[in-house]
């Protein structure tokens, strides 16, 4: 099935997997505490291995994956604003008072995620200065919705995207924007501010351009490499 504003790709299958795994998730939750023990413990006992994957960036912006989010973890953080950059994935049940801001963006280095940068940055805003919280997710947490998150460092609080990326990295360490949306960060940071504080450079491992703060990760994969048969050798 197409969705409007989405092209269809091969990894659609793995990302409708993630849609029902979400919806057991949510419905597993939503049993066991209805089900007699809704002391403040055992609730905090149930959603504990939810809450772990959320990354707190800042006072009002949450980063995490379609797994942690259900109506539970969004009354528990009082989150007042979800923005979804998974169009594959199922609306989330919220109540009327929570804004739900819907990304049609696939996880895609040819999708044109640049055009959303502005929007998607202005509306965490909105929601920071009024002393609310806004939750950002996509399937995984790692590419669609962090690229999301830098932009609005960068936009909002002044951040270069070098240091954006890496404020985001310290808080969720698996955080890894394809190298198409990077490239689109460079060019946004060259819109903010008239200059760069990343590059793409070629990468002969991959034989493909990336951000150069990937290139160390690449470098010691073929490092290793190269020991290894080395050692075989010998």
Do not use: W
């Not at 806004?134 to 460092?153: D, E, K, N, P």
């Amino acid at each position: 099935m197409e969705i409007e504003g989405v092209v269809e790709h091969p990894g659609r299958f793995q990302e409708f997997k993630g849609s029902a795994v979400q919806d057991i998730l949510k419905e597993s939750v939503d049993v066991e505490i209805s089900e007699g023990s809704e002391t403040p413990e055992s609730i905090s006992r149930l959603l504990s291995p939810f809450l772990s994957n959320l990354s707190e960036l800042t006072e009002s912006l949450i980063l995490t994956s379609a797994a942690s989010v259900n109506p539970n973890i969004l009354e528990t953080l009082n989150v007042s604003c979800i923005i979804s950059c998974a169009p594959e994935l199922p609306y989330t049940p919220v109540d009327d008072d929570v804004i739900f801001h819907r990304i049609n963006i696939v996880d895609s280095g040819s999708s044109r995620i640049l055009p959303y940068f502005d929007e998607a940055a202005d509306l965490i805003h909105k929601i920071s200065t009024s002393g609310k919280k806004t939750l950002v997710y996509c399937v995984a947490g790692v590419s669609r919705s962090a690229t999301i998150c830098i932009a609005y460092l960068m936009k909002h609080h002044r951040l270069p995207l070098l240091e954006a990326y890496n404020f985001v990295k310290l808080r969720r360490q698996r955080i890894k924007p394809n190298c198409g949306f990077f490239k689109q960060l460079i060019e946004y940071e060259k819109q903010l501010f008239g200059s760069n504080t990343v590059h793409m450079v070629y990468n002969e491992f991959v034989q493909m351009e990336i951000p150069d703060v990937y290139d160390s990760d690449y470098r010691m994969i073929v490092n290793y490499s190269k020991k290894r048969c080395s050692s075989r050798r010998h």
